[in-house]
């Protein structure tokens, strides 16, 4: 199960409304070993597509040495699907290399923001997606 704070879910939301039509990507770090997603990092998506993503390489350096030096780990790594259901697709799959992380994917498919969206969790490892269930709490 995923457990993160109403806040971080609104931020995660936001990012992913903010970046339509264009795919949003990003993490949540959190201290290395505990599971609890804290520090919300927005990432650029630098394919710039409303069908894929991409994490620049350079950021990408970069952000996972600020992960070493704060002693913390990606607990989620998110992205937006412009047009289709929050579900993972074959190059999610291919691109899932954190076996610890959440996998969490928001559909900005209805693009007014009045309607229903999507927000869904899946551990991704060896290829095999298993969704969990998200519990949205006020603190930790």
């Avoid at 931020?11 to 903010?18: D, L």
């Avoid at 039509?21 to 993490?27: F, K, R, S, T, Y």
């Avoid at 394919?47 to 894929?52: D, G, L, Q």
Wanted: aromatic content about 10%; hydrophobic content about 35%.
């Amino acid at each position: 199960m995923l457990t993160l704070t109403q806040a971080l879910y609104d931020r995660i939301v936001e990012h992913a409304r903010k970046d339509h039509p264009d795919e949003a990507c990003g993490i949540v770090a959190g201290p290395a070993g505990t599971d609890r997603p804290e520090r919300f990092v927005p990432m650029l998506n630098a394919a710039r597509s409303p069908t894929f993503y991409e994490f620049d390489s350079k950021d990408l350096l970069k952000l996972y040495r600020e992960l070493d030096d704060r002693d913390e780990e990606p607990v989620i790594v998110y992205h937006s699907h412009t047009a289709t259901e929050a579900y993972p697709s074959r190059t999610d799959v291919t691109y899932a290399n954190e076996p610890g992380a959440h996998y969490v994917l928001v559909s900005t498919a209805d693009t007014d923001g009045l309607g229903e969206f999507q927000f869904r969790s899946y551990r991704i490892v060896e290829g095999v997606i298993t969704e969990e269930e998200v519990q949205v709490v006020e603190g930790y």
